[in-house]
């Protein structure tokens, strides 16, 4: 794979040495991330950061990415507020925006309009996630997680064991993350969901034929049981035809302290792509883990900067 001036919109591009590249810039990128050493890069260089769906971590942590290698950001958080709220095209939106940018981070509701963004656009666009379709930032940072905390217990990512939990049918980190694991060997997946809301069979038989074990569950107790990482999934409800779709679907599983002493492993990992719904019909992973070492969904976050300005690094030159 190029990195240099390439967009980023899917983990398909991505073989296992690309995979590795991001891994190894992102590792020497600690330093610069936790200011002990400083960076002017990307002085005078500018990122558009298109959020047109809301984001708190996606949109902060490329934004934070970008100012620690020196560069300035610009963005916009909603549709509502942008020309696109007027019948403004993608394509001329994309021709305009990339007049004022080096490069762009999109994220928009409609899967492939990140694709027509950056099919017009001047200059590299990421794919911020589009739709229910993919987050391929989102993957490269829960896979490099994934990796470190493996490695911290003796394990590689070959012969995994993962549990992914929740909406499987709406959740685009879940949709990525299966690609990039798939690139591995001999994983074990579980696939925790409602039936309504299984990973669909374009994805379950894209696993399989990469030669991994895939089973369906609709019980998270013994979903769980024996796996390395359990992936827990928010429901999407903005993905639902209305919000009352959604409601039925919400709290399913909950995985709290309780369930995870008696039914996990002492060392099994717990990740969330996040947020996380705390609210009391959701609340799909309890606060109650917050003092559990192996919950790793901070350390998720964290990451994300470091494989954010990785990819920054890399399409740059
Ligand atoms: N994981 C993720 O995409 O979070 P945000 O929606 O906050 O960006």
């Known amino acids: 794979m190029n990195f240099v001036g390439s967009h980023i919109l899917s983990v398909s591009q991505f073989d296992r040495q690309a995979i590795e590249k ?3 810039v992102a590792d020497k990128m600690g330093p610069f991330a936790n200011r002990q ?9 500018i990122l558009g950061n298109m959020f047109f769906e809301p984001s708190t971590r996606t949109r902060v942590s490329f934004g934070c990415a970008w100012n620690l290698l020196g560069g300035e950001v610009r963005e916009t958080t909603e549709i509502k507020t942008s020309a696109l709220a007027k019948g403004e095209s993608f394509y001329d939106t994309a021709r305009v925006l990339s007049g004022y940018s080096d490069m762009i981070v999109m994220r928009h509701q409609l899967e492939g309009s990140v694709d027509e963004f950056a099919a017009a656009s001047r200059v590299p666009v990421i794919n911020g996630g589009d739709g229910s379709n993919e987050h391929p930032s989102q993957a490269l940072l829960d896979l490099y997680t994934i990796r470190k905390e493996m ?14 939990v929740g909406d499987l049918r709406y959740g685009r980190a879940v949709h990525s993350l299966c690609k990039l694991l798939s690139l591995y060997n001999k994983l074990h997946f579980t696939l925790v969901s409602p039936p309504e809301l299984a990973l669909s069979d374009e994805y379950i038989e894209g696993i399989r034929e990469a030669g991994h074990e895939v089973n369906l569950s609709d019980q998270l107790q013994s979903g769980i049981q024996h796996a390395d990482i359990v992936y827990v999934t928010r429901t999407q409800e903005e993905r639902f035809p209305t919000p009352e779709d959604a409601d039925k679907y919400k709290g399913l599983f909950r995985l709290n302290q309780s369930i995870y002493t008696e039914y996990c492993e002492p060392t099994t990992v717990i990740m969330h792509p996040m947020p996380r719904d705390s609210r009391e019909d959701a609340n799909e992973l309890d606060n109650d883990m917050n003092e559990n070492p ?9 990451n994300g900067v470091l494989v954010r300005m990785a990819l920054f690094a890399l399409i740059l030159d």
């Open 151 to 164: 490695a911290d217990r003796g394990k590689g990512i070959d012969e995994l064991r993962i549990a992914l």
């Open 37 to 45: 050493r400083v960076t002017r890069v990307l002085e005078g260089a």
């Open 294 to 302: 192996n919950l790793a969904i901070f350390r998720q976050t964290d």
């Open 22 to 24: 991001v891994f190894e």
